[in-house]
T-cell receptor, first 115, second 113 residues
């Protein structure tokens, strides 16, 4: 059973470009979470999605950031017009249920560097 | 909003010494989870505690959930170099129960051989 997959593992963008981060949850998991981790800091919740639905986006910046989890295909975290402050590790996690009682399985992360 | 705090932020120990990290939530938690992140790696689930006063052991690791379900601790006996990493506690948003986790800022453990 493959784990959570994220790609790319490393992404370099220049200021003003767009960044697209992909996450494929574990087989059988229908709940996806995105977290951001700045260097030497903890994980900050961004968004929680189920297939075709955004359940909680309270951690998403209001501008430039968007997320989706289509019926087919991976979840996408999209950052438009990136700035240097967007440089961070972005982790995706998945779980089989949404009650918060189940562990979350994390992917290897995408390290975004904005030049 | 709900906050989860961990102390200490960093801990350097000699191999063989014990290590403890403490986690405190501003609100009552339905459960608490612990994760470990190796340098350059991703968080890996260690354990989940659900009951008030619960204590669970995994080899040299002992996890405790407070009676009021607002605090927790992780204790490692006789640390080894393989214990190096950052340990995070995390709790779900009790009110919304959407499944999102609120993470503490982590305790980074360094072990000198």
């Amino acid at each position: 059973n493959a784990g959570v997959m994220q790609n790319p593992r490393h992404l370099v963008r220049r200021r003003g470009q767009e960044a697209r981060l992909r996450c494929s949850p574990m087989k059988g998991h229908s709940h996806v979470y995105w977290y951001r981790q700045l260097p030497e800091e903890g994980l900050k919740f961004m968004v929680y999605l189920q297939k075709e639905n955004i359940i909680d986006e309270s951690g998403m910046p209001k501008e430039r950031f968007s997320a989706e989890f289509p019926k087919e295909g991976p979840s996408i975290l999209r950052i438009q017009q990136v700035v240097r402050g967007d440089s961070a590790a972005y982790f995706c996690a998945s779980s089989p249920q949404d009650r918060g009682y189940n562990e979350q399985f994390f992917g290897p992360g995408t390290r975004l560097t904005v030049l | 909003g709900q906050q989860v705090m961990q102390i200490p932020q960093y801990q350097h120990v000699q191999e063989g010494e014990d290590f403890t990290t403490y986690c405190n939530s501003s609100t009552t938690l339905s459960n608490i989870q612990w994760y470990k992140q190796r340098p350059g790696g991703h968080p890996v689930f260690l354990i989940q505690l659900v009951k008030s006063g619960e204590v669970k052991k995994q080899k040299r690791l002992t996890f405790q959930f407070g009676e009021a379900k607002k605090n927790s601790s992780l204790h490692i006996t006789a640390t080894q170099t393989t214990d190096v990493g950052t340990y995070f506690c995390a709790g779900p948003r009790f009110v919304s129960n959407t499944g999102k986790l609120i993470f503490g800022q982590g305790t980074t453990l360094q072990v000198k051989p």
